[in-house]
C-alpha cells in the first residue's frame, strides 16, 4: 500500500508521537519527571531511555527526539533537581540573621540530597552538570541560579568574594558527605550491635584506641554529627567574616 501524503512528509527525522502507530504520545516533561522521580532511589546511570520508554508506553525514539542523548537526560534530571531546590531555599525569610540563613541553607540542601540518591552520588562522583546544566533555548540553568543565589547569601552575609567562595564549598561538602552517608547507612549507629560485638572481642590492652572509644563511635548518629559540624563551621566562618552586612552597619544610625 503506498504511503499517505502525511506519513510522507513526515520524513525518518522524527518520531510518530500521534499514537496511531502504537508509540503513544509523550511530553519532554513526562520524560523529565519520570526520570527524576526514579534518580530518587537510584544511581542516575541506571535511569535508561529503554526502561523509561518502557514505563511510558513510546519507543526510546520518542525519548531521544525530546531529550536527546543520555548527556541530556542526565542533565535534565539535575536541573529538574536543582529546580526544586532553588525554590525550598528561596523560602527562608531574608530578614533571619545570616548564621541562621546558612543553618537553614546547609539543612535544606543536605535534605534534598538525601532524599535524592541520583543527584547526591552523581554530584558527589562526576564533574560533567555537577552545577551548570545543558539546557535549551528558553530554559532556564537552574544549577547556575542555585549557585547564585548560594553566593548571594553570602555575600549578604558579610563575607568577601573568597570567603563566600571557600566557606560555600566546605558547606556544600559537609551537606553532600552527610546525604550520601544517610543514603548508604554508613552512620555507625546503623552498625552498632556489630561494633559493640567487635569492642567487646578485642583483647583488653591491645589496641587501646579501641578500647577507649570504639563503644562510644558506636552509638553516633547521622543527624548529630551534621549538627556538630556544622556549627563547627559557622563558629568558623563568624570569626572570619569579612565585615558586617549593610543592612546592620545602619543599624541605629538613622
Wanted: glycine share 8%; charged share 30%; with cysteine.
Amino acid at each position: 500500500m503506498e504511503k499517505t501524503l502525511k506519513e510522507k512528509r513526515r520524513g525518518r527525522g522524527r518520531p510518530r508521537l500521534d499514537g496511531s502507530n502504537g508509540e503513544g504520545i509523550v511530553s519532554r516533561e513526562a520524560v523529565i519527571e519520570l526520570a527524576y522521580e526514579l534518580a530518587r532511589s537510584e544511581p542516575l546511570e541506571e535511569v535508561s531511555f529503554v526502561r523509561l520508554a518502557k514505563m511510558l508506553g513510546v519507543v526510546p525514539g520518542a525519548l531521544h527526539y525530546h531529550i536527546g542523548t543520555k548527556d541530556g537526560l542526565t542533565s535534565a534530571i539535575l536541573n529538574r533537581f536543582y529546580k526544586e531546590l532553588l525554590a525550598r531555599l528561596r523560602e527562608i525569610p531574608e530578614d533571619l540573621p545570616w548564621r541562621e540563613r546558612l543553618r537553614r541553607f546547609a539543612y535544606i540542601l543536605m535534605a534534598c540530597e538525601r532524599d535524592h540518591r541520583g543527584a547526591a552520588e552523581y554530584i558527589q562522583t562526576k564533574a560533567k552538570f555537577r552545577v551548570f546544566q545543558k539546557v535549551r533555548a528558553g530554559e532556564t540553568d537552574y544549577g547556575a541560579a542555585y549557585l547564585d543565589h548560594a553566593f548571594g547569601m553570602f555575600r549578604e552575609a558579610g563575607f568577601d568574594a573568597e570567603q563566600s567562595a571557600m566557606f560555600y564549598h566546605v558547606l556544600a561538602l559537609h551537606c553532600l558527605a552527610a546525604a550520601n552517608s544517610h543514603v548508604a547507612h554508613l552512620e555507625p549507629a546503623e552498625h552498632e550491635r556489630f561494633l559493640k560485638k567487635q569492642a567487646d572481642a578485642l583483647p583488653t590492652g591491645v589496641m587501646p584506641g579501641l578500647d577507649f572509644a570504639l563503644k562510644a563511635f558506636s552509638g553516633i548518629r547521622a543527624d548529630d554529627a551534621f549538627e556538630f559540624g556544622l556549627e563547627a563551621l559557622l563558629d568558623r566562618f563568624a570569626a572570619a567574616r569579612a565585615y558586617e552586612p549593610k543592612e546592620a552597619v545602619h543599624d541605629g544610625m538613622s
